[in-house]
């Protein structure tokens, strides 16, 4: 079953930048496409970035575009978030997320907070 262990959440000023890792098990990690989602209470999950171990392709919500970088170490079975220029409306629980059908897996997420 896949699980993913995020971190490097944290509190931030707008302009700042943070970096999260996700660490990912249970699944073909070189083959599948990962994702990091967000979420802020009382709205849907949205997906932030994508990147497709197929071919290495990425891509990122038009409001992170030129500011949020995803990558990953397929050694270290790990994707990465950069999150520069981070705003206040960057504020969420980020979750990293594969979809293996039948069902999509979720992380325990990792809190980011951009505080004026």
């Known amino acids: 079953q896949a699980q993913f262990v995020e971190s490097g959440g944290g509190l931030v000023q707008p302009g700042g930048s943070l970096g999260l890792s996700c660490v990912a098990s249970?699944?073909?990690?070189?083959?599948?496409?990962i994702g990091w989602f967000r979420q802020v209470p009382g709205k849907l999950r949205e997906g932030v970035a994508c990147i497709k171990k197929t071919d290495g392709s990425t891509d990122v919500l038009p409001s992170a575009k030129g500011r949020f970088i995803i990558s990953s170490d397929n050694a270290k079975k790990t994707v990465y978030l950069q999150m520069n220029n981070l705003k206040p409306e960057d504020t969420a629980v980020y979750y990293c997320s594969v979809l293996i059908p039948p069902g999509r897996y979720w992380g325990q997420g990792t809190q980011v907070t951009v505080y004026l």
């Open positions: 249970g699944f073909s990690f070189d083959h599948t496409a």
